[in-house]
């Protein structure tokens, strides 16, 4: 039986020799909070999410993750994600208490969208579908070509970056799991920086996607006029196939 095993130097030359170096180095040297105590497992989560993102995690797995589909790296697949996200919260000044565990290990719960980076890549590849009060956003890339998802500031990572076509900006925050008064505190904070640094006279909105808004976070909103709520929906479908 094939093993589960995830070798990062494999992952990062195989990024390499995909035209993918640029992004390789970055997680290479990415920053590691100190309480993340396996800074590897979150440097491969990123890589996970990386070739996952651009579509060639098959192929990697075929060459060198032979154990990816087995119910072993189903489980490290997991992990190692969830290492990369919590290594995100935590440079972004959450106090998630939240241990991953061994990376071998089972996750300890279910995510409701296979984590949040998938949620946020689905988002940006659907951006022209997405209309907030009718107005169309596009992903914002800056002076330096740095794209709009993930995007770093000196207070965090922003979940997404975009504009629209007067070049308002539209600063989005993900909660997968994080209470409704982080969320809004961590986009406070990043409506803030756009708009001392970015968006000089243009407006700044702040959108939170969640599976559920609940009322704690609705009631905060009535008095924020600049913060859209939205939710999203899995839609799954099952239909026949016939034989060949």
């Given amino acids: 039986m094939p093993t589960p095993g995830f070798q990062i130097q494999a992952a990062y030359q195989f990024a390499i ?11 290479r040297n990415m ?13 491969k989560g990123r890589l996970v999410e990386l070739f996952e993102h651009t579509g060639i995690i098959e192929q990697f797995a075929a060459d060198h993750w032979p154990g990816r589909r087995t119910p072993a790296g189903d489980k490290l697949r997991a992990r190692l994600l969830r290492y990369a996200r919590l290594n995100r ?42 209309a907030i009060d ?5 992903l914002f890339r800056d002076e330096n070509g740095r794209s709009g998802v993930e995007y770093r500031t000196d207070v965090g990572l922003i979940d997404i970056l975009t504009i629209d076509e007067d ?17 809004l505190g961590q986009l406070a904070r990043y409506m803030g920086w756009v708009k001392r640094h970015l968006a000089a006279n243009k407006d700044v909105t702040g959108v939170i996607v969640a599976n559920a808004i609940d009322q704690k976070l609705r009631y905060a909103a009535t008095v924020l006029p600049q913060v859209v709520l939205l939710e999203y929906e899995l ?10």
Wanted: without cysteine; negative net charge; aromatic residues 8%.
């Fill in 17 to 27: 020799a995909n035209g993918l170096q640029q992004q390789a180095e970055s997680i």
């Fill in 89 to 130: 919260e935590r440079l972004d000044g959450a106090e998630v208490y939240e241990d991953p565990g061994e990376e071998g290990g089972a996750p300890d719960e279910p995510t409701l969208f296979a984590l949040e980076a998938h949620l946020r890549d689905f988002i940006a590849r659907n951006l022209g579908k997405l």
């Fill in 31 to 43: 920053p590691i909070h100190p309480s993340i105590v396996r800074p590897a497992a979150a440097r």
């Fill in 235 to 244: 839609d799954f479908r099952i239909r026949g196939v016939d034989a060949p």
């Fill in 167 to 183: 070049g308002n900006f539209f600063v989005f925050e993900l909660k997968v799991d994080r209470g409704p008064d982080r969320a």
């Fill in 134 to 138: 009718g107005v169309r956003l596009r």
